[in-house]
Nanobody, 121 residues
Framework: QVQLVESGGGLVQPGGSLRLSCAAS????????MAWYRQTPGKQRELVAV???????NYADTVKGRFTISRDNPKNTVSLQMNSLKSEDTAPFFC???????????????WGQGTQVTVSS
């Protein structure tokens, strides 16, 4: 089984910064992609940023230029540096990973429990 544990959420003023981290544990052979999602009230969970094994990164238009996703493969972690935060960034953020657990395994998707980010003065 693979587990994802997020950390780093909290309360920050508009214009401030936060860094989210996600640690993946368990039997992991290969990581296809790792990503961050968020879920705002009344909306579906939306992709914020993704990083592949390339690594290739992609961001939601709403966070481009403000957020940076990075990964540390030996440590099986993915981070999200969030700068110039806005009130509309307030949401629970979820770590997502698509991995294989052993040679020949099919890629499977896993989710963390989420960490709350609140941007407010």
């Amino acid at each position: 089984q693979v587990q994802l544990v997020e950390s780093g959420g909290g309360l920050v003023q508009p214009g401030g910064s936060l860094r989210l981290s996600c640690a993946a544990s368990g039997s992991i052979y290969s990581k296809y992609r790792m990503a961050w999602y968020r879920q705002t009230p009344g909306k579906q969970r939306e992709l914020v940023a993704v990083i592949t094994s390339g690594p290739i990164t992609n961001y939601a238009d709403t966070v481009k230029g403000r957020f940076t996703i990075s990964r540390d493969n030996p440590k099986n972690t993915v981070s999200l540096q969030m700068n110039s935060l806005k009130s509309e960034d307030t949401a629970p953020f979820f770590c997502n990973a698509v991995v294989t657990r052993y040679i020949g395994d099919s890629p499977r998707e896993y989710w963390g429990q989420g960490t709350q980010v609140t941007v407010s003065s």
